[in-house]
């Protein structure tokens, strides 16, 4: 896979030229396709129908190739933005989560903007339909992180000089609205909380619900206001050894992350197989070994050449559900300590 670099954009470049880069090259070779094809004529104009489509995609593609290159600098920029801290989640002893309360409210769209967020609305039946425009940056819109980023960016710009190494481990630490910080101690950890909560308090932003696998720098006040609760502990009244991070259950107390694999019937098809493989999610990365392993047996149900839909062969199917039997529901979130 390539990577979301500078580097790996020039590749994937590079690859689709190659393949894609010369029109008069694509448009003889399917001239050719088309010429050499028998002489049926109700064959050949389906065929010829089907290669006009190709031609036309392949055409297009090389358009958005040209386009693609102008705003290459853009790209790089919004990719450049994902932030690599995944391995820093796993090699921390303290690490702590918490989130910016209402992120997206908190940044006002600029006038010449709003008309792209202006909506319709009829507050009583009967009357009449009127016209509005969000003023703040809507909550799911397709460009709402990126604007997000942008923002935290240039506030963090602001405090660079003055905490220039705790700024920049800040600046990694930002997956939208959710803030994943870790440390080497205790100190350490209390530091960068403190530190963070004055960077964001300067731009009227307010880091909550923090939790950690430290006790002590997780410390609040004993009543957690309500509306700080998330819906499940409102309703459930869950314990709090339990939270999320990046969507998945994390045990505070005793450090691990739970890793959800699907469940497939006891005779799976490759189909199935493969489908099982895809929905694992893992965004921290620790079940990688336990997925490659699947990984390899799927492979061999691929040399076995078996349809998607019939049932895989009585060896690799064995091989399978001794996979499914050995996966872990919980690991340790800490290398050091794996």
């Given at each position: 896979a390539l990577?979301?670099?500078?580097?790996?954009?020039?590749?994937a470049k590079s690859i689709l030229t190659e393949k894609y880069?010369?029109?008069?090259?694509?448009?003889?070779?399917?001239?050719?396709?088309?010429?050499?094809?028998?002489?049926?004529?109700?064959?050949?104009q389906k065929k010829i129908s089907e290669f006009s489509e190709k031609l036309t995609y392949c055409v297009q593609a090389l358009e958005t190739l040209k386009k693609v290159e102008q705003v290459n600098g853009e790209v790089l920029m919004?990719?450049?933005?994902l932030p690599p801290f995944r391995g820093e989640l796993r090699g921390y002893p303290v690490i702590q989560?918490?989130?910016?309360?209402?992120a997206f409210l908190q940044i006002r769209t600029h006038e010449s903007e709003r008309d792209a967020l202006r909506f319709h609305w009829r507050?009583?039946?009967l009357s009449e339909v009127e016209s509005y425009r969000f003023t703040r940056v809507f909550f799911g819109l397709a460009p709402s992180p990126f604007l997000l980023g942008g923002v935290l960016e240039?506030?963090?710009?602001?405090?660079?000089?003055?905490?220039?190494?705790?700024?920049?481990?800040?600046?990694?630490?930002?997956?939208?609205?959710d803030v994943l910080s870790c440390g080497q101690n205790v100190h350490q950890a209390r530091t960068r909380k403190t530190i963070a909560t004055e960077i964001?308090?300067?731009?009227?932003?307010?880091?909550?619900?923090?939790?950690?696998?430290?006790?002590?720098?997780?410390?609040?006040?004993?009543?957690?206001?309500?509306?700080?609760?998330?819906?499940?502990?409102q309703q459930l009244q869950a314990q709090s050894r339990g939270s999320k991070v990046l969507g998945i259950t994390w045990n505070k107390e005793d450090d691990t992350i739970a890793v959800q694999f699907p469940e497939v019937g006891s005779?799976?098809?490759?189909?199935?197989?493969?489908?099982?493989?895809?929905?694992?999610?893992?965004?921290?990365?620790?079940?990688?070994?336990?997925?490659?392993?699947?990984?390899?047996?799927?492979?061999?149900?691929?040399?076995?050449?078996?349809?998607?839909?019939?049932?895989?062969?009585?060896?690799?199917?064995m091989q399978f559900q001794r996979w499914e039997e050995s996966l872990p529901g919980d690991v340790t979130r800490d290398l050091k300590t794996a």
């Open positions: 990577s979301f670099t500078p580097e790996g954009y020039n590749r880069g010369k029109k008069s090259e694509i448009v003889k070779a399917y001239t050719r396709e088309i010429l050499e094809l028998p002489s049926t004529p109700n064959s050949n919004t990719l450049d933005k989560a918490n989130d910016i309360k209402k507050p009583i039946s240039s506030h963090l710009d602001k405090w660079a000089k003055k905490y220039p190494e705790e700024t920049e481990h800040l600046r990694r630490s930002f997956y939208v609205d964001m308090n300067d731009a009227s932003l307010e880091l909550h619900k923090w939790h950690s696998n430290e006790p002590q720098v997780e410390y609040r006040p004993h009543s957690t206001p309500y509306e700080e609760q998330s819906y499940a502990k005779k799976p098809t490759k189909r199935e197989a493969l489908a099982k493989l895809a929905k694992v999610y893992d965004p921290v990365g620790r079940a990688s070994s336990s997925v490659l392993q699947g990984k390899q047996i799927f492979r061999g149900i691929c040399d076995a050449k078996a349809s998607w839909d019939s049932l895989i062969t009585k060896n690799l199917r």
